[in-house]
């Protein structure tokens, strides 16, 4: 049965009027909403994961370890034995625990896009190291470019519901891995003032970027200061080996001071145990390593626990980052993670599919609620990825965007008080007029409480058809061509442009950073 009062067209008129009268007010969804109320695991279950990822730390240890950082750690109280693995005592594992930041600041280039990570605040990034890209024009993959890069970046500070940029793709035209690096770093700064993020391959790199760092932030040290580029150091190869290049690049960027995502990465059935429960044991004693190591260097370290066990589909060991079980894993690291009370990361939104489709839609919805909903403070890969991280579309990182703006309004849950109980409305419209479309508390909370898609249809069906009946992603691929078309960020100067240019091999033309270069 047709409701009346949405029937009668003058009450549609009204409502509309007073949408178009409201004033800007703050979004219902800003970064840092406090999730945590989804727990996979019981409290119990919570204690036996970390009594055995203390464990696996201290009687069997890690390989491999560089030999700086193996010195640092001896001195600190591990122990180095015969067999060349390093092992961590207990007593001293608890105490980095116990000593950690709980909280730390991810520094936007421009300061209105910092953010604050921890204590359960959720925020949603991009991530990942995609070799290939959908083709914007021909709609097939093809390796991905520094240009990429630069224009995910230029895309990604237009959408407000994704936090930071970290790269997504790994550029396929720079030859050698220091210039891979520089222009990474150069591509992602030039694109947005959010806060960035890069791996790097070693140490060297790490130091290398710095001047460009500080120019970027405005001189010598500057960066130090507001460090708004994290570094990303895949610090072990599981199962329980480091990898001696992260690791040089992890001290590294602990000297230089710079956010440090710590990121054990194994692969459930593959280089973690099939059993999820093993799998999420072992990524928890691989990240706890790295973050002793970062404290051992720096007991003021900014260290993010990122706890990442993929899913393999065991028919074939294919990545399935699409997976009912991929989401299990995301969050129950999630909650172990703020069990320790510590910044974290977990990857969400691998979509399995190829394009952005239903199945895409679907993994990438279950995928990121499960992950936000446990409150992890920050889910990375969760905009943009298709095909298990190995390719990328332009489209899909708009449409994302409208995702997860969904997923936060469910992460911010239901307001219950006096006010919002609503005797007094419903009396005063069971009385009066009999619907709700023209009452004050409708229009105040219409902008406070619900959240508005940009690319999601909510038009009638007629509407819609006499419209065009385009589907999603044809809207969502004319935002693309608006945004890259038109947003040419210019917070980095023509000197300092000049100035990083002379230092470093840039593969990316200033020509193509300005509008009317002919390819959008």
């Not at 990429?148 to 793709?169: E, G, K, M, P």
């Not at 038009?459 to 945004?483: L, N, P, Q, Y």
Request: net charge negative; hydrophobic share 40%; glycine share 10%.
């Amino acid at each position: 049965m047709t409701n009346p009062s949405l029937a009668d067209p003058s009450m549609r008129r009204s409502a509309r009027r007073a949408r178009g009268e409201q004033s800007v007010v703050a979004s219902p969804i800003p970064p840092g909403l406090p999730g945590g109320r989804y727990m996979p695991l019981a409290d119990a279950e919570v204690l036996r994961i970390h009594g055995l990822a203390l464990r696996l730390l201290e009687d069997l240890g890690l390989s491999q370890l560089t030999p700086s950082l193996e010195a640092r750690a001896v001195a600190a109280g591990c122990r180095l034995d015969g067999d060349g693995r390093l092992r961590f005592p207990r007593a001293l594992v608890e105490d980095v625990i116990a000593r950690a930041r709980r909280k730390l600041v991810l520094h936007g280039i421009d300061p209105r896009h910092d953010i604050e990570i921890g204590g359960r605040r959720v925020h949603t990034g991009t991530g990942g190291a995609a070799p290939t890209i959908m083709d914007f024009a021909s709609g097939r993959y093809r390796e991905s470019t520094v240009a990429d890069l630069y224009d995910i970046a230029r895309l990604v500070d237009r959408l407000d519901n994704i936090h930071w940029y970290h790269r997504s793709i790994v550029a396929r035209d720079a030859t050698t891995i220091l210039d891979l690096d520089m222009n990474t770093t150069y591509a992602c700064l030039s694109g947005t003032t959010k806060s960035i993020a890069v791996s790097y391959t070693d140490g060297a790199s790490v130091r290398a970027v710095q001047p460009m760092l500080d120019a970027v932030a405005g001189g010598e040290g500057k960066h130090r200061d507001r460090p708004f580029c994290t570094a990303v150091c895949c610090h072990v190869v599981p199962p329980m080996r480091f990898a001696t290049e992260s690791c040089d690049a992890l001290e590294a960027a602990v000297l230089a001071g710079m956010p440090i995502l710590l990121v054990s990465a194994g692969q459930a059935g593959a280089t973690a145990p099939a059993a999820l429960a093993g799998a999420v044991a072992q990524a928890c004693a691989e990240v706890l390593a790295g973050l002793v190591l970062c404290h051992i260097v720096d007991p003021d370290c900014r260290g993010i626990f990122a706890a990442w066990p993929f899913v393999s589909d065991l028919r074939t060991g294919a990545m399935s980052g699409g997976s009912g079980e991929q989401a299990l894993l995301s969050a129950a690291c999630a909650q172990m993670a703020n069990f320790y009370d510590l910044p974290n990361s977990v990857p969400a939104g691998m979509t399995d599919s190829k394009l952005p489709d239903a199945q895409s839609g679907g993994e990438k919805g279950y995928t990121i609620s499960l992950a936000a909903q446990a409150g992890a403070t920050m889910i990375h890969e969760c905009a943009g990825m298709q095909g298990s991280l190995m390719g990328t579309s332009f489209e899909s990182y708009v449409l994302d965007n409208d995702l997860l703006g969904a997923i936060l309004r469910t992460v911010k849950g239901i307001e219950v008080n006096d006010e919002t109980l609503s005797f007094d409305v419903i009396r005063d419209t069971v009385n009066g007029a009999g619907h709700y479309l023209g009452h004050p508390q409708t229009f105040a909370r219409m902008k406070t409480d619900y959240v508005y898609p940009e690319i999601a249809d909510r038009r009638s069906i007629s509407e819609w058809e006499d419209a065009g009946g385009r589907d999603a992603r044809a809207v969502a691929r004319e935002r693309v061509r608006k945004i890259l078309a038109e947003h040419y960020p210019h917070h980095i100067g023509d000197a300092t442009d000049a100035a990083i240019r002379s230092g470093y091999n840039i593969i990316l033309p200033r020509a193509r950073m300005r509008a009317g270069n002919g390819v959008w």
